[in-house]
């Protein structure tokens, strides 16, 4: 009922325990849009399964592997999401100082859930975890790619 959105943001379950179940939960509540990043730490299906009344849009990153792209927009129209936000600005992943400082990693007993189901490793331990999805991210998309 607000003409506002939720913004995805990706991991949520490093910042909280209900990560994107309870923003799910919240924004149906109050009749707002949720955004659920593609890097979630809960899967499409969870999500709406979470709030079904909620209002949901899809955000996306291209990847190289189309079928990864497809599934994932599949999942999310069936699952009555209304929107697709399709991410262009990352032509390249910035070198995380941080990060790289710190050994981030993705803490073991979380994953991005959406994509366990194509088996891309995205749970090990080790420091370059979230790798195989990032490599995936198509960096040379143009318009082009709306039409397929």
Request: glycine residues 4%; proline residues 4%.
């Amino acid at each position: 009922s607000m003409p506002i959105a939720v913004a995805p943001t990706a991991m949520q379950a490093m910042a909280h325990h209900d990560a994107e179940l309870g923003i799910a939960r919240a924004c149906s509540s109050l009749k707002v849009t949720m955004g659920l990043s593609s890097q979630s730490t809960t899967s499409i299906e969870n999500v709406y399964n979470s709030a079904p009344s909620g209002s949901y849009i899809f955000q996306l990153y291209v990847y190289k592997d189309r079928s990864i792209t497809l599934g994932l927009v599949k999942r999310a129209e069936k699952c009555g999401f209304k929107a697709v936000a399709v991410t262009v600005d990352r032509p390249a992943l910035g070198k995380r100082e941080k990060d790289i400082r710190n050994k981030f990693t993705l803490d073991s007993h979380l994953t991005l859930a959406n994509f366990a189901p194509i088996g891309l490793d995205i749970s090990s331990t080790n420091s370059t975890n979230l790798q195989p999805v990032r490599d995936q991210i198509d960096d040379s998309i143009d318009w082009s790619f709306i039409e397929w």
